[in-house]
């Protein structure tokens, strides 16, 4: 597991962990504590920082402002 490194997208604060075949994205400035997502694949360590902004953008894009929670 590698230490956490802190991306800010769209003004948004998101600690991303290394973690063998997937990337933990922990919502560091939202509004609910330790809420996330986390993306796994065989390849994951060639995923570049351009791309992994572009996946916070689409978590972000479908997110409830009423709860901080992925809309149902």
Do not use: C, K, Q
């Not at 997937?22 to 360590?45: K, L, M, R």
């Amino acid at each position: 597991m590698t230490e956490p490194l802190r991306f800010v997208v769209n003004g948004e604060e998101f600690d991303v962990v290394r973690d063998g075949s997937t990337i933990h994205h922990t919502w560091v400035s939202g509004p609910n504590a330790n809420y996330g997502f986390s993306v796994g694949e065989s390849d994951i360590a060639a995923r570049t920082d351009d791309e992994i902004r572009s996946e916070i953008r689409a978590f972000l894009s479908g997110i409830d402002p009423r709860t901080g929670y992925l809309a149902d």
